[in-house]
């Protein structure tokens, strides 16, 4: 009952929290007038407002949805509560992508391409590495080759900070690695919603077959399934999701690994509701960070730093309680 | 269902190597594999369940074979009954999700394995017989027709041991090849055949097999037959 409860609040949290971030700020937009906008026929500010912020509010949605989702299912076939979305190195190399992209001077939509194709570059290599390191348990020599290309990316995103021109490449990506949602326009959201889109979809499409390469890649054969088939499916949908997720919000860690933490205390371990679940708490992280990051003056708190800042102290809160109640 | 067929076949990884094994069974064969640790049981097992490459010779095994590692190897947050279900994950073509007539099948499995109120445990948490048991109800809904399972009773108490063993052959009598590798003697007296890992590996009946001067070979010590019952045992030569 009391965890019904729960659920039910979590569910209808994120509406709450949409309107809230709609109808505040500099125009203030009563709430009705902002769902009279929404159908269709409203005054001219909530329009306005609509406008102005939904792409943010959109982008908190994708990012966290993406990113908690990728997360759940990595820690599903990896059979390790402490992997995190970016387990294969895609942080590290969307990184180097975008930092390159900033360096050579192009545009916003350019350094998202480019930390998308990082992101996506860093996983392949991995996977390549894991792939010719045959012999072993294969989730070992994949979170190996993951760390290896995470260091050689992070090494190249280093000498793109060393080599930035110091007033004004430079605070634009330290800025661009801190992470934020405001960076996307509506017309350049679908960059991240398309790929982020079918790799979730690709996640929740494996279903339970996630709960089989759980088991471990023996089972999982004698129970009929190509395990290495799967998990390479796997890895590609959320790897699809987070590769465009820091492509559009640079590095925002800790929902990936909080939010599948905190879906599995209230629907358990089954994939499919852990992935639906992980994705609408990391969608309502997300959103209450964005939140938080435009409430301390009248400037802007990265995002990447306050979703570390409010997320490490939840993760521990998280961990404390679950392990005491001996879950 | 046809039989499990082996011509030749070697096994072992990482420069270990067991066999040649020639096998030919028949669907309902319930079978023993003994031999001392380290001998090549568990390759045996992992080769005829294609986990493992054999190194020579062939084998042929009707459909999906499952294997069933020793108590206390498989670790799964889940409820015992949806890990029952996901025994019948094979009939769900492309359909993410199980069906309400999966579940069913794992309720009659568990109440066949004597655990039907085990159904929302978390299996994690129970205990190395009672998972035993409940990954043995998973067999009985995968309908795999043969079935390799590793020690299945190591570690566990008389009473848990005599209900796996009975589901062991339950298993076999509905038709399906079960092959059980173990150490216990008086288990392999009850099947149909006996296989040894040994130099050279033997096949045949448990009367054949099961001699002093066979076993006294296979486990380097001095076997002795009990004047009442029959039954073999190994003695240490040291003694």
Same mark, same amino acid.
């Given at each position: 009952?009391?965890?019904?409860?729960?659920?039910?609040?979590?569910?209808?949290?994120?509406?709450?929290?949409?309107?809230?971030?709609?109808?505040?700020?500099?125009?203030?937009?009563?709430? #009705?007038?902002?769902?009279?906008?929404?159908?269709?026929?409203?005054?001219?500010?909530? @329009?306005?407002?609509?406008?102005?912020?939904?792409?943010? /509010?959109?982008?908190?949605?994708?990012?966290? #949805?993406?990113?908690?989702?990728?997360?759940?299912?990595?820690?599903? /076939?990896?059979?390790?509560?402490?992997?995190?979305?970016?387990?294969?190195?895609?942080?590290?190399?969307?990184?180097?992508?975008?930092?390159?992209?900033?360096?050579?001077?192009?545009?916003?939509?350019?350094?998202?391409?480019?930390?998308?194709?990082?992101?996506?570059?860093?996983?392949?290599?991995?996977?390549?590495?894991?792939?010719?390191?045959?012999?072993?348990?294969?989730?070992?020599?994949?979170?190996?080759?993951?760390?290896?290309?995470?260091?050689?990316?992070?090494?190249?995103?280093?000498?793109?900070?060393?080599?930035?021109?110091?007033?004004?490449?430079?605070?634009?990506?330290?800025?661009?690695?801190?992470?934020?949602?405001?960076?996307?326009?509506?017309?350049?959201?679908?960059?991240?919603?398309?790929?982020?889109?079918?790799?979730?979809?690709?996640?929740?499409?494996?279903?339970?077959? &996630?709960? &089989?390469?759980?088991?471990?890649?023996?089972?999982?054969?004698?129970?009929?399934?190509?395990?290495?088939?799967?998990?390479?499916?796997?890895?590609?949908?959320?790897?699809?999701?987070?590769?465009?997720?820091?492509? /559009?919000?640079?590095?925002?860690?800790?929902?990936?690994?909080?939010?599948? *933490?905190?879906?599995?205390?209230?629907?358990?371990?089954?994939?499919?509701?852990?992935?639906?679940?992980?994705?609408?708490?990391?969608?309502?992280?997300?959103?209450?960070?964005?939140?938080?990051?435009?409430?301390?003056?009248?400037? $802007?708190?990265?995002?990447?730093?306050?979703?570390?800042?409010?997320?490490?102290?939840?993760?521990?809160?998280?961990?404390?309680?679950?392990?005491?109640?001996?879950? | 269902?046809?039989?499990?067929?082996?011509?030749?076949?070697?096994?072992?990884?990482?420069?270990?190597?067991?066999?040649?094994?020639?096998?030919?069974?028949?669907?309902?064969?319930?079978?023993?594999?003994?031999?001392?640790?380290?001998?090549?049981?568990?390759?045996?097992?992992?080769?005829?369940?294609?986990?493992?490459?054999?190194?020579?010779?062939?084998? @042929?095994?009707?459909?999906?074979?499952?294997?069933?590692?020793?108590?206390?190897?498989?670790?799964? $947050?889940?409820?015992?009954? *949806?890990?029952?279900?996901?025994?019948?994950?094979?009939?769900?073509?492309?359909?993410?999700?199980?069906?309400?007539?999966?579940?069913?099948?794992?309720? /009659?499995?568990?109440?066949?394995?004597?655990?039907?109120?085990?159904?929302?445990?978390?299996?994690?948490?129970?205990?190395?017989?009672?998972?035993?048991?409940?990954?043995?109800?998973?067999?009985?809904?995968?309908?795999?027709?043969?079935?390799?399972?590793? $020690?299945?009773?190591?570690?566990?108490?008389?009473?848990?041991?005599?209900?796996?063993?009975?589901?062991? @052959?339950?298993?076999?009598?509905?038709?399906?090849?079960?092959?059980?590798?173990? *150490?216990?003697?008086?288990?392999?007296?009850?099947?149909?055949?006996?296989?040894?890992?040994?130099?050279?590996?033997?096949?045949?009946?448990?009367? $054949?097999?099961?001699?002093?001067?066979?076993?006294?070979?296979?486990? #380097?010590?001095?076997?002795?037959?009990?004047?009442?019952?029959?039954?073999?045992?190994?003695?240490?030569?040291?003694?």
């Amino acid at each position: 009952m009391k965890r019904a409860l729960l659920a039910l609040a979590l569910i209808a949290a994120p509406f709450a929290v949409i309107l809230v971030a709609l109808g505040h700020g500099p125009l203030a937009v009563p709430a #009705g007038d902002l769902l009279r906008a929404l159908a269709g026929g409203g005054t001219a500010e909530a @329009e306005l407002a609509l406008s102005l912020r939904l792409p943010r /509010i959109v982008t908190a949605l994708l990012v966290g #949805g993406g990113v908690a989702g990728a997360g759940a299912a990595f820690q599903i /076939i990896f059979r390790n509560p402490l992997v995190a979305p970016d387990l294969l190195g895609v942080s590290a190399g969307a990184g180097f992508g975008a930092a390159a992209a900033i360096v050579a001077g192009l545009g916003m939509l350019v350094v998202q391409g480019a930390a998308f194709a990082g992101g996506l570059a860093a996983a392949g290599l991995a996977l390549l590495c894991a792939r010719l390191a045959r012999g072993g348990d294969p989730r070992l020599s994949l979170v190996l080759c993951g760390i290896v290309t995470g260091a050689l990316a992070s090494a190249l995103l280093a000498l793109m900070l060393f080599i930035a021109e110091p007033y004004a490449q430079l605070p634009a990506l330290t800025y661009w690695l801190l992470g934020s949602f405001s960076r996307a326009t509506a017309g350049e959201l679908w960059i991240a919603a398309a790929p982020i889109a079918s790799g979730l979809a690709l996640l929740l499409a494996l279903g339970f077959r &996630l709960d &089989l390469l759980a088991l471990g890649d023996e089972q999982a054969r004698s129970l009929g399934l190509n395990a290495p088939a799967f998990r390479r499916a796997a890895i590609a949908g959320a790897t699809l999701s987070t590769s465009a997720a820091v492509a /559009i919000s640079g590095v925002i860690g800790w929902i990936g690994l909080l939010a599948p *933490h905190g879906a599995r205390l209230i629907v358990g371990s089954r994939a499919n509701l852990l992935l639906p679940a992980s994705i609408w708490l990391g969608a309502l992280f997300a959103l209450i960070v964005d939140r938080l990051s435009l409430a301390f003056g009248p400037a $802007e708190v990265p995002a990447g730093l306050l979703a570390a800042g409010v997320g490490a102290p939840l993760f521990l809160v998280l961990f404390v309680s679950t392990s005491r109640s001996g879950r | 269902m046809s039989g499990l067929v082996a011509r030749g076949l070697v096994v072992g990884r990482g420069g270990f190597r067991a066999g040649p094994f020639d096998l030919a069974l028949a669907p309902s064969a319930l079978v023993a594999v003994i031999g001392p640790n380290g001998s090549g049981k568990t390759s045996l097992l992992k080769t005829l369940a294609g986990l493992l490459a054999p190194l020579a010779g062939m084998v @042929e095994v009707p459909g999906t074979p499952a294997y069933l590692p020793p108590p206390g190897s498989i670790a799964a $947050e889940f409820s015992v009954l *949806h890990l029952v279900a996901l025994g019948r994950a094979a009939k769900r073509g492309w359909s993410p999700r199980l069906v309400a007539e999966d579940r069913e099948a794992a309720r /009659i499995a568990l109440a066949q394995a004597g655990i039907a109120t085990l159904a929302d445990a978390v299996f994690s948490r129970l205990s190395s017989g009672q998972q035993q048991l409940v990954l043995i109800a998973r067999l009985i809904v995968q309908e795999a027709p043969v079935c390799l399972l590793d $020690e299945p009773t190591a570690m566990l108490d008389p009473a848990q041991t005599a209900r796996i063993d009975r589901l062991v @052959e339950t298993l076999a009598a509905s038709g399906r090849i079960v092959v059980v590798s173990t *150490h216990r003697l008086d288990f392999a007296a009850r099947c149909g055949f006996v296989v040894t890992v040994g130099d050279p590996p033997r096949v045949g009946t448990p009367a $054949e097999i099961l001699r002093p001067d066979t076993l006294a070979g296979l486990y #380097g010590g001095a076997a002795t037959s009990c004047p009442a019952c029959g039954q073999v045992s190994v003695v240490n030569s040291d003694a």
